[in-house]
């Protein structure tokens, strides 16, 4: 468009196949007025254009525009009024309402995603678009439980919503699609009747300590940017740009996104950058085809108390991972959908999260991910920024956590904390591990009603405090090193009973603190409501099962408490065979450090195996453990010979009872030549290997405490070699008998698994 010309004309022109209607005016004038255009009003199909210094007033509904282009002002005042447009580009001002005086009519931008401009609103360079619409509660949660075939709900207070208005009721139990969208059509009070009854259970009380209680949102407000209904999954976006500003409250985004369409979102913050001038406030993000709100290469936008509901794909969403400085508070999001195949931006759409973070340098606080076809809150950390923001500089899995205190995540397919990421990107074969520079701390997270697992953190340097988790198959693991649960309450079936968490897998055992990995512990939390019933098993302790990776025989637990609950249970469900790979699981030990779970202060809770077993030993018969008086290390084998298959399975065997573990590595990879063990300190045990032993076989002794640890290798030929690698380390003595080699280990020898101990050559 040569904006110079229409200027100087002060025609109506045809651009492209459109008319062109612009202002010359130099004062405030109505868009209803003829003179505001030189007499040419824009006319429908036209493209209208304010140019910079003049302000047109929106007093009448114009017809429905190809193009709207702002480089002046356009004000939209507190009248019912509805703007239609394919296209609108601001580079000055779009204003309805502020804060003092916000719009109390209904005010509707239209966006034609079918028309040429794709129905896309650009905030650009210097442009800004301020709205406000009627102050209203956003969201909040019930006071009752609401059966299903009820038609009327109470909310914890009166929310000031009135007959007309549109709300979604989240879910009670672990479906996302229990979800309900409802009109009021009468208000007294916190006391609303809907339009028709209820289809299902809304939970609205606290459970068991755990504050359940279904959560409620508003989707009616009387400013709406919206695209018209289509079954096609085309809708328009609300694009800020370098220079733009979006400054929007109590506003509803309703049918915007473009479905499986990369960069089509519905609010979306596009490679901004420094973005502190820009929010989104009290508004709605309803039947969205793609996202909710993607903040891309932008920092420091404000994200604060909106309601998302019945969306597509990852919901709050930072894309690159260089996204910094930015506030998603007190956020509620319903009935977060899985993209369909084919149409998933990213691989992980499939399962997608309520609040996909990039980096941890964000403050998250006070949200809510209220039923998700994956996960509530997602933690996806690459090494480095991805996309255009690519920095080799920036490490996200180094960053400290700005912050992640009081979130609530319920009713998700998979975790409702997930800090891991599924795959690295290609090329990256580092462990996908969050080692923040100082701990990061995790505080007062809320999690019940996850099929899987309330959440699951992997990295070091980690703490989960002051958390709430009940109602999950499995309450919390920690994959990694230096990570803590501490100072909680973890509930195994609360008072709200909907069901188990896996109705596919009915028999599955359910666990509150899982060990797995280490050096990880649980501290000063109580357990309650894990008791075992003819369905299946249930223990406040338990570990990861069929897990091919070693479990560190010094995880610990120290000051629990236990209300009606079996503090351990190490058995699997019934039917389940033994999985090749599951030498993590055949390993499992940790230490009761002041007997708060077995009653023997620094005692050791074993999986029940001979191989642990000794007279030092209590056996608990309903845990499938022992409570042995005994210090356990681990033993690392790894063996590499070029060309050749893995060497194992490896037999680990006791030299003072017929009792012996099979190690397989890990399966999901064949040539995988590494295995692990943890052993009882002070016995001695026959390492062979089903194959040749190999040409170089490297030994790890870690966590050996006390005692002697002596390992036989029987295999070994006449001529290998011994390399003690430990630094200043008391040395490994060995022996060679008549037929192979003995090696003897002393506590005292360093943990660090990062090199080998000994080294045997052949």
Not at 284 to 308: D, E, L, Q
Not at 461 to 479: P, Q
């Amino acid at each position: 468009m040569n904006r110079r010309f229409i200027a100087v004309a002060g025609l109506a022109l045809v651009v492209g196949g459109a008319s062109v209607f612009s202002t010359f005016t130099t004062r405030t004038e109505a868009w209803s007025d003829p003179n505001t255009w030189n007499g040419h009003p824009p006319i429908a199909g036209s493209v209208a254009y304010v140019p910079a210094g003049h302000t047109v007033v929106l007093d009448v509904d114009p017809p429905k525009l190809s193009r709207l282009v702002i480089d002046g002002r356009l004000v939209i005042p507190d009248r019912d009024a509805r703007l239609r447009a394919g296209a609108i580009v601001v580079r000055g001002k779009l204003d309805a309402g502020t804060a003092i005086a916000p719009i109390r009519h209904r005010v509707t931008i239209n966006l034609d995603a079918r028309a040429p401009g794709r129905g896309i609103l650009d905030v650009v360079g210097g442009g800004r678009v301020e709205l406000a619409g009627e102050t209203r509660t956003a969201w909040l949660r019930l006071a009752r439980t609401a059966s299903a075939g009820d038609v009327a709900v109470t909310f914890e207070h009166d929310p000031g919503w009135r007959a007309g208005d549109v709300i979604a009721i989240a879910p009670s139990g672990f479906d996302a699609h229990e979800a309900e969208e409802r009109t009021i059509v009468a208000a007294d009070g916190p006391r609303v009747t809907l339009d028709r009854p209820l289809a299902y259970h809304h939970w609205g009380a606290t459970a068991s300590g755990v504050d359940e209680r279904a959560e409620s949102g508003l989707l009616t407000h009387t400013i709406a940017i919206e695209s018209p209904t289509s079954d096609d999954g085309n809708g328009g976006q609300v694009r800020i740009l370098r220079g733009g500003t979006l400054r929007a409250s109590d506003v509803a985004f309703e049918r915007l996104g473009r479905r499986g369409e990369l960069g089509a979102y519905p609010i979306h913050f596009h490679l901004v950058g420094d973005a502190r001038t820009s929010f989104v406030e009290n508004s709605s993000i309803a039947h969205s085809n793609n996202r909710c709100i993607a903040v891309h290469g932008s920092s420091g936008v404000t994200i604060r108390g909106n309601v998302a509901f019945d969306t597509i794909g990852h919901c709050y969403f930072l894309e690159d991972g260089i996204e910094t400085a930015n506030v998603f508070e007190d956020n509620l999001g319903m009935l977060t959908r899985a993209a369909e195949p084919g149409r998933a931006i990213l691989n992980s759409d499939a399962k997608p999260a309520t609040y996909w973070l990039t980096n941890p340098a964000n403050r998250v606080a006070g949200n809510v991910a209220a039923g998700s076809d994956g996960m509530g809150f997602w933690y996806a950390l690459s090494p480095h920024p991805t996309g255009p923001s690519t920095d080799a500089t920036i490490w996200p899995r180094r960053t400290a956590l700005a912050a992640f205190d009081r979130n609530v995540a319920h009713a998700n397919a998979y975790n409702g904390l997930f800090v891991d990421i599924e795959r690295n990107p290609p090329g990256v074969i580092e462990a996908p591990n969050y080692a923040p520079p100082v701990v990061a701390d995790f505080t007062h997270f809320t999690s019940y009603k996850n099929r899987r697992r309330g959440a699951w953190l992997r990295g070091t340097h980690l703490r989960l405090t002051n958390a709430a988790i009940a109602d999950n198959a499995i309450g919390v693991t920690f994959a990694g090193d230096d990570a803590v649960l501490r100072d909680s309450l973890v509930v195994g079936e609360s008072d709200n009973h909907t069901g188990p968490p896996k109705p596919f897998e009915p028999d599955f055992p359910i666990r509150g603190f899982e060990f797995y990995d280490g050096r990880v512990g649980v501290e000063r939390t109580h357990f309650s409501g894990f008791r075992s019933n003819a369905l299946r098993a249930a223990g406040a302790l338990g570990t990861l099962q069929y897990s091919p990776f070693f479990t560190d025989p010094t995880n610990y637990a120290s000051e629990l408490t236990f209300t009606d609950a079996d503090r351990v249970y190490f058995g699997r469900h019934a039917g389940a065979t033994d999985r090749l790979g599951a030498d993590g699981y055949r390993g499992t030990v940790f230490r009761d450090i002041d007997g708060s779970v077995s009653g023997v202060a620094d005692a050791a809770v074993v999986l029940d195996t001979p191989l642990f077993a000794d007279a030092d030993c209590r056996r608990e018969t309903t845990w499938n453990a022992r409570v042995c008086r005994a210090s356990y290390a681990s033993v690392f084998i790894t063996g590499i010979d070029a060309g050749a298959d893995p060497p194992g399975p490896v037999r680990v065997a006791s030299t003072v009872r017929p009792a012996y573990l099979t190690l397989y590595g890990n399966a999901e990879t064949s040539r995988d030549a590494r295995y692990q063990a943890n052993v009882r300190a002070g016995n001695a045990y026959v390492v062979s290997f089903a194959r040749a032993f190999p040409k170089r076989l490297e030994i790890g002794i870690h966590h050996l405490r006390e005692g002697e640890l002596t390992l036989i290798l029987p295999q070994a030929p006449p001529d290998a070699t011994v390399r003690d690698e430990r630094p200043a380390a008391t040395p490994v003595r060995y022996e060679r008998p008549r037929a192979g080699l003995v090696l003897h280990f002393a506590h005292g020898v360093p943990s660090d698994a990062s090199a080998p101990l000994v080294t045997v050559r052949s």
